[in-house]
């Protein structure tokens, strides 16, 4: 399909982003995202608190904050589709090695919270993420040089 809703330029780079910290912080988008809309009423406070987020503990300061506003609103738009589990385990699974869960985790809470009510359906969509986290298949590593033509098996730890 090439209509406007999936032609997005950010979708684009969050689907497939350039380099890991990139995949970061998209991470972390989608779960602000994910609990943003779990009530059907995304505040721009929910927003917000990503972002503020983001920018305290230095976890995205090569993403101009402009970008990061997009890239929460093309997420949290996405995640209105029905295939919204999808749009979340694929922008989670690429960085399932990096030790970004106790930042998602948190992350999600401040964003239930940041409205000063915490809906039921957020709290299911942190529920989720915390299952995700845990279940995530690991993400294949990538080699560079000559061997890394050949792709590699995960190994299960």
Do not use: C, W
Not at 2 to 14: C, F, L, M, R, V
């Amino acid at each position: 399909m090439t209509d406007a809703k999936h032609s997005n330029p950010i979708e684009i780079e969050i689907a497939e982003p350039s380099s890991l910290n990139e995949q970061a912080a998209a991470a972390l988008m989608i779960a602000g995202a994910l609990v943003a809309v779990a009530d059907r009423q995304v505040s721009p406070v929910e927003r917000d608190e990503v972002i503020r987020f983001i920018r305290d503990r230095g976890l995205a300061p090569h993403i101009e904050d402009e970008r990061l506003f997009a890239m929460f609103d093309a997420l949290a738009e996405r995640l209105e589709e029905p295939d919204f589990a999808n749009v979340v385990i694929d922008t989670l699974r690429p960085v399932s090695n990096m030790p970004l869960s106790s930042h998602l985790m948190e992350l999600s809470e401040r964003v239930a919270a940041a409205d000063e009510d915490v809906h039921p359906h957020e709290v299911q969509a942190i529920k989720l993420l915390r299952l995700l986290t845990l279940v995530l298949p690991r993400a294949k590593p990538v080699t560079s040089g000559r061997e890394g033509t050949k792709p590699q098996l995960a190994t299960k730890e």
